[in-house]
């Protein structure tokens, strides 16, 4: 059954330093995602990305993220200048289409910002 | 903004009793989602409504959306060791396009 990947799983980091974290989506699918989520709390939107350019984000994504498909199957978020407060899970999820399609997560990255 | 409240935010439980969790959205929905997260784990898809009052059926879960499109309820018959997890709502539509709005999550939780 095709799956999201994510790698690395765990990702250690000073204050400051650049991260990059990567997803694999479904090959077929159109619509890719990124969410956040800090331990024990809810799931928290950060950006959409459909046909090479966002289409929706949240107040959370500003300058300090960003995202890309650099090729046809990698889909990265990167976190400029991490802060403490971006430690938390972060998990790609793709769809098929935009509207009545359930998402599909990947196993997610878990960030921690020293 | 848009948002969807869920609650409880807590649910502790015996085996075998019943197990329910709302969700109301500031806006009418187009669609309604369920998920559930296992400790550790991410979120799985469970199930889509759509339709003005729909009913859906999974085994012991019952799945409602109600008839202004802007509440559902997840119910789950005699819970079981399995069913542990925080179980989100995410609505899609009103003022966003694409993007789902999720709940908090209820957590479940089964009592020793």
């Known amino acids: 059954e095709p799956e999201v990947t994510q790698t690395p799983s765990h990702q250690v980091t000073q204050m400051g330093q650049e991260v990059i974290l990567r997803c694999v989506p479904i090959?077929?699918?159109?619509?890719f995602y990124w969410y956040r989520q800090i331990l024990g709390q809810k799931v928290e939107f950060l950006v959409s990305?459909?046909?090479?350019?966002?289409?929706?984000k949240s107040e959370i994504f500003d300058d300090q993220f960003s995202v890309e498909r650099p090729d046809g199957s990698n889909f990265t978020l990167k976190i400029r200048s991490t802060k403490l407060e971006d430690s938390a899970m972060y998990f790609c999820?793709?769809?098929?289409?935009?509207?009545?399609?359930?998402?599909?997560f990947g196993p997610g990255t878990r960030l921690t910002v020293l | 903004g848009q948002q969807v409240m869920q609650i409880p935010q807590y649910q502790h439980v015996q085996e075998g009793e019943d197990f329910t969790t709302y969700c109301n959205s500031s806006?009418?929905?187009?669609?309604i989602q369920w998920y559930k997260q296992r400790p550790g784990g991410h979120p799985v898809f469970l199930i889509q409504?759509?339709?003005s009052g729909e009913v859906k059926k999974q085994k012991r879960l019952t799945f409602q959306f109600g008839e202004a499109k802007k509440n559902s309820s997840l119910h789950i018959t005699a819970t079981q060791t399995t069913d542990v997890g925080t179980y989100f709502c995410?609505?899609?539509?009103?003022?966003?396009?694409?993007?789902?709005?999720w709940g908090a999550g209820t957590k479940l939780i089964i009592k020793p």
């Open positions: 999820a793709s769809t098929l289409q935009g509207e009545y399609n359930e998402q599909f």
């Open positions: 090959s077929n699918h159109l619509y």
């Open positions: 990305f459909y046909n090479n350019e966002i289409s929706e």
């Open positions: 806006t009418t929905l187009s669609n």
């Open positions: 409504l759509v339709k």
């Open positions: 995410a609505g899609q539509g009103g003022d966003s396009n694409y993007q789902l709005i």
